[in-house]
């Protein structure tokens, strides 16, 4: 009997508790002014001319379809020149997502190359460390050798950048 009184206070205290912890608030889109792409090749990779334009342009597609403003970086752009497209295209880079796609040699003859994904959001400046982000999403993918191969890599990159917004458009579960 006095095992059944002990389980059952420690159960109403126990629960209350548990139970009353908000949920955190996961992030959304509308958390961000806007969108910066790049499109990175590792030097000395031989990618075909047009696919970084492609998958610039997939990445915009899916940003104006998500209401999300929209900036491409090219390579070589620096900090003077990201903030200048950033406000250009109406947002502030500091409350932006940084989001690249970075394409390299693959490590088998079997693959055409290694494709990673990252985004990354922008912490509050720390002194002495102004510049500090964290990852919010990854992704990767190694395209299949081929000759068709870079269409098989748009594709799969249109499906992790539908994935991220796909993520960070979802209604907040509770």
């Known amino acids: 009997?006095?095992?059944?009184?002990?389980?059952?206070?420690?159960?109403a205290v126990a629960l209350p508790s548990f139970a009353q912890a908000p949920a955190p608030h996961p992030l959304a889109l509308s958390d961000w002014s806007g969108l910066i792409f790049l499109c990175d090749v590792e030097p000395k990779f031989n990618v075909p001319a047009d696919l970084c334009t492609g998958i610039a342009a997939e990445a915009g597609r899916q940003a104006a379809?998500?209401?999300m403003k929209f900036a491409a970086?090219?390579?070589?752009?620096n900090d003077s020149g990201k903030a200048a497209k950033a406000k250009?295209?109406?947002?502030?880079?500091?409350?932006?997502?940084?989001?690249?796609v970075h394409l390299r040699p693959p490590?088998?003859?079997?693959?055409?190359?290694?494709?990673?994904?990252?985004?990354?959001?922008?912490l509050h400046p720390v002194?002495?460390?102004p510049n500090m982000f964290r990852k919010i999403y990854t992704q990767g993918a190694d395209p299949d050798a081929g000759a068709n191969w870079s269409k098989q890599a748009l594709r799969d990159v249109g499906l992790m950048i539908h994935g991220f917004f796909a993520m960070y458009s979802a209604p907040e579960q509770r």
């Open 88 to 100: 250009a295209a109406g947002f502030d880079d500091h409350s932006a997502i940084e989001m690249r």
């Open 65 to 67: 379809a998500a209401k």
């Open 127 to 129: 002194a002495g460390q």
């Open 1 to 11: 009997m006095w095992r059944a009184i002990v389980a059952t206070a420690i159960a």
């Open 107 to 122: 490590h088998s003859p079997y693959r055409a190359a290694v494709i990673d994904l990252d985004a990354l959001s922008r």
């Open 73 to 77: 970086l090219a390579p070589g752009d």
